[in-house]
């Protein structure tokens, strides 16, 4: 970001600056993870082609619960929606999903664990009439939804952890403005240091192209060359 902005700075001088200001974000301590082979699963390279859903908890300064349920686009990293409230039912989660549908469009797939708000039968009846694929992943495997959990870890860590919520609707502008920022000026490592609204631009813009190609671009096969009648008469005699 600060050669982005102009900043020319050794990037050790960068990181020992960064330590020494106190600006790292407290990381929670990683589990132990099962060693083994895993089967590879397929990335999603278009955008709506696959999205993942999932919450998160956390509560307000006055005790009560607060969930936030984030819809996260597997192939551009954009968080569709994180959607704050005290209460989050099936029936919630299908209008949102509707709401954010009218807006972007509809995915080829949904990815979630086995909540019972994701099981529910508004959910379950909703996929079917919306014919839409909504995979469920296996239980004890927040692997398998890999993008989300990765995107609930850092809204963890640098939001939630670190903010105190006076009511819902200052949960609700200082995740909207968090969310933002991460989508139109955090850089993306695994998106070649993109922003995820960046990458989105790109993708759409190189699918565009493939659909309706440019017709002053198309190869053009030139005529074959016309032979030149060759008259006897003008070669010269052989000896």
């Known amino acids: 970001m600060l050669r982005r902005e102009g900043y020319v700075v050794n990037r050790k001088k960068t990181q020992r600056l960064y330590r020494e200001e106190g600006l790292t974000v407290r990381r929670r301590k990683g589990r132990k993870r ?3 082979a895993r089967a590879a699963r397929g990335l999603a390279t278009q955008p709506n082609q696959r999205w993942s859903l999932d919450f998160v908890h956390d ?5 009560r619960r607060l969930r936030i349920l984030n819809v996260v686009d597997d192939a551009t990293r954009e968080c569709l929606a994180a959607i704050p409230d005290t209460c989050l039912s099936g029936k919630r989660v299908v209008r949102e999903l509707d709401d954010l549908i009218a807006r ?5 797939m949904i990815v979630s664990d086995n909540g019972t708000e994701f099981t ?14 909504w995979h469920y992943i296996e239980p004890g495997k927040p692997t398998q939804n890999g993008f989300v959990e990765s995107f609930n870890g850092r809204m963890r860590d640098e939001l ?15 995740i909207a403005r968090w969310t933002a920022d991460f989508n139109t000026c955090r850089p993306h490592s695994a998106l070649g240091y993109l922003t995820p609204a960046a990458h989105a631009a790109n993708l759409t813009a190189t699918n565009d192209r493939l659909r309706n190609p440019d017709p002053l671009r198309r190869s053009f096969v030139a005529p074959p060359a ?14």
């Open 104 to 108: 972007r469009g509809r995915p080829a």
């Open 34 to 36: 099962a060693c083994g």
């Open 160 to 174: 939630l952890n670190e903010t105190l919520f006076f009511s819902l609707a200052h949960a609700k502008m200082a």
């Open 59 to 63: 509560q307000l300064a006055d005790g």
């Open 226 to 239: 016309l032979l030149r009648h060759v008259d006897q008469r003008t070669l010269p005699i052989a000896g």
């Open 120 to 133: 529910s039968n508004a959910a379950i009846g909703w996929a079917g009439v919306a014919k839409i694929d």
